[in-house]
């Protein structure tokens, strides 16, 4: 498992490149094994998402009978919930690298999405967070949650143009496949999950 300063060191790469500097691929370890060891960022996620896992069973208990609980089962489908939001991405972008002939650089994407979810899934974990603890501000932290998602917009565009070059509709299709599928399915599967706060 990659330890904090590896980590660190490549979030620090994939920083350079959301500015447009080429050095940050240095940062990155774009191997085989590179490739494999990105998946550690699932773990390295994990923290971040049993907060954000706390405010979505407080959410879903408020909207159950009183007396309602949850239990391991519960959490254990909010994970199988993330892996599949986590995979069904990255199976996508490499369909489309394959249609347009980018074969070549679908690992390096892969990397460099996988590194990119962990500060975006912390940030989440602190605005979740602020959502359980009884602050008010509900308005004031939807803007907050909306203004994440251009960031993680924004954040991919960058890197994916840094990746393929002056491209704007491939750049766009590789961004919609990594957050649009997932947007339309995560309610679809919460309810078949029975995770679904309705």
């Not at 490149?17 to 996620?45: N, Y």
């Not at 971040?48 to 909207?63: C, E, I, K, P």
């Not at 997932?182 to 995770?195: A, C, N, P, Y």
Request: net charge positive.
């Amino acid at each position: 498992m990659p330890s904090y300063a590896e980590v660190r060191f490549y979030v620090s790469g994939i920083w350079l490149l959301i500015k447009g500097d080429e050095q940050g691929f240095k940062q990155l370890d774009l191997s085989d094994r590179g490739l494999l060891r990105s998946f550690w960022a699932f773990v390295w996620c994990l923290p971040a998402m049993f907060v954000t896992w706390a405010w979505w069973r407080m959410m879903f208990l408020q909207a159950m009978p009183p007396g309602t609980k949850t239990g391991g089962l519960f959490f254990f489908r909010l994970g199988m919930l993330e892996a599949i939001d986590w995979i069904l991405p990255l199976i996508l972008v490499g369909i489309v690298c394959a249609l347009f002939g980018l074969g070549q650089k679908f690992p390096t994407m892969v990397i460099v999405v996988n590194w990119l979810s962990v500060p975006f899934a912390y940030a989440y974990a602190v605005l979740a967070a602020a959502f359980i603890l009884p602050i008010g501000m509900t308005g004031f932290l939807a803007l907050l949650h909306l203004s994440l998602l251009i960031a993680v917009v924004v954040a991919l565009t960058r890197v994916m143009r840094m990746l393929c070059g002056p491209q704007p509709l491939l750049v766009t299709a590789l961004v919609m496949v990594l957050i649009v599928p997932d947007m339309l399915l995560s309610e679809v599967l919460q309810r078949f999950l029975g995770v679904y706060p309705s």
